[in-house]
């Protein structure tokens, strides 16, 4: 298996730290407001890993952090008159319910900012005590960037004086222009944390170096965590503070391999909520089955950055389709441990082993799906491939998360509940109306159940409806 390091620009073979087992940690959502599409683009990206390195035989824990400390969701909480927690807890869970119609999995491990304050401040402790960090006379601690001869290592950056300045918080009592702040000392009457350092509230580069030393670091390893990830425009600052205050606290580094995901851009621009073009995942949810977002956004390869526009995605849609209808022929078929084709398991996984090529995996699935469905086409062939194209899909299924619904269900997708179970009282009583020959009956249901715009399949495990 091969990863693009993006501090290395260059492919590199993948060998963990420890034998089989993988630590993965990727920067999560700041939970003040819904998540967009730049959220859900980056946490299918590391599923998507981690399903692939699952596949290999590693044993994989992924950490994904959640921030509910920020100054964002300060603000938030004021203007709605709501507590910190009241606002966090809803943006947490609004979060989880859209990753979950993505067909994301939780990560192992999610630790909060609040939950993870002793960490943060053992490990800040531990930079003033090495002279790396220094508390002014406000009560704020900052990172001193001079004493770290390998800053900017990671980002490889160059910069001036006036970027520097630009890019971190401006203070009178910093000793460099670019230090920047671990500890941030708040002397009003808003929302406060006691520490070592004084009442304040720690910034926002720390909390991930802290969790990681907590839930992930092993003693007497290189590096504490084998994989970092997020998106491409964490690489400066956050990563590269986040690798400067663990290089500098600890005896390793931060990560062996790090990787980061394109942007997303809508319609061609970077989507930025300044340019009010930040398009919400609730609202792609409610236009398109969270499946074919899922297949859209994973379609391009994660480096790349990601053009959203409807045109594309409606063409994307209809690969997912075939893929459905392919399933739908072969309904109800069912497979024990002896029907696995190791071959197809090899093609696929040597496409996602190649730096997560998804495009080359594809185009292994749009060939089967059309092969399978040209087989299957043949009177006394279809026989003999029908459990071994259903193994095919379910290891699609697993490794990439396409497939995994009910075909039928998948295609009433834009009918709404009470539609739904109108229809699914009418299938019943229709079933019924069949089980006592009551055929006039069972017609004038049928006849009842289409003018929903959906046709109707009798199956041998049921009778299934689906939008026309």
């Not at 087992?21 to 999560?28: A, E, I, M, Q, T």
């Not at 859209?98 to 993870?116: C, D, F, H, V, W």
């Not at 400066?236 to 990787?259: D, K, S, V």
Request: charged share 30%.
């Amino acid at each position: 298996m091969t990863i693009y390091d993006s501090v290395q620009k260059t492919k590199r073979e993948f060998i963990p730290q420890d034998d089989n087992k993988v630590s993965l940690y990727v920067c999560g959502p700041t939970v003040y407001d819904d998540a967009h599409l730049g959220h859900a683009k980056s946490a299918l990206v590391f599923d998507l890993l981690t399903r692939v390195l699952t596949a290999n035989g590693y044993d994989v824990t992924y950490a994904r952090n959640i921030t509910d400390i920020d100054d964002k969701i300060i603000k938030k909480a004021l203007e709605q008159n709501k507590t910190i927690k009241e606002i966090t807890d809803f943006y947490t869970d609004a979060y989880h319910e859209e990753m979950s119609q993505l067909g994301i999995s939780r990560p192992n491990i999610e630790p909060k900012a609040t939950e993870s304050l002793e960490a943060m401040f053992e490990l800040t402790k531990k930079l003033i005590a090495s002279k790396h960090a220094y508390l002014t006379s406000e009560g704020d601690v900052y990172f001193d960037t001079s004493s770290d001869s390998e800053y900017l290592s990671l980002s490889k950056r160059v910069q001036d004086e006036d970027e520097r300045q630009n890019r971190v918080e401006s203070s009178s009592h910093k000793k460099n222009p670019a230090d920047f702040a671990l500890w941030k000392s708040v002397h009003d009457k808003s929302v406060t944390f006691d520490s070592p350092f004084g009442a304040g509230r720690p910034g926002w580069h720390l909390e991930c170096s802290a969790m990681i030393e907590k839930h992930l670091a092993k003693p007497n390893m290189k590096f504490a965590v084998d994989i970092h990830g997020g998106g491409a425009d964490l690489l400066f600052p956050h990563h590269e503070n986040e690798a400067a205050q663990t290089r500098c606290a600890t005896n390793h580094n931060l990560a062996n391999y790090w990787m980061h995901n394109g942007f997303v851009n809508i319609n061609g621009e970077k989507m930025s909520k300044s340019l009010g073009n930040s398009f919400f995942l609730k609202d792609a949810l409610k236009e398109y089955d969270g499946e074919v977002l899922r297949f859209y956004l994973l379609s391009t390869h994660y480096r790349s950055n990601f053009n959203f526009n409807t045109q594309d995605l409606a063409i994307s849609k209809k690969r997912l389709d075939k893929i459905y209808r392919l399933k739908k022929r072969l309904f109800g078929i069912q497979l024990d441990s002896k029907d696995t084709d190791p071959a197809w398991k090899a093609i696929l996984l040597e496409a996602l082993n190649d730096d997560m090529n998804v495009s080359l995996a594809l185009a292994h699935i749009d060939e089967m799906v059309s092969d399978a469905n040209n087989t299957l086409d043949q009177p006394g062939k279809h026989q003999l491939i029908k459990k071994e194209t259903v193994s095919h899909l379910a290891y699609i299924e697993e490794v990439l998360g396409f497939g995994v619904k009910n075909p039928f269900e998948y295609f009433q997708f834009g009918i709404d509940k009470e539609t739904k179970a109108k229809i699914d009282m009418l299938i019943e009583k229709r079933n019924e109306a069949k089980k006592t020959k009551d055929f006039a009956a069972s017609d004038k249901i049928r006849d009842e159940i289409l003018t929903y715009g959906v046709s109707i399949m009798d199956t041998a495990q049921g009778t299934f409806w689906e939008k026309v």
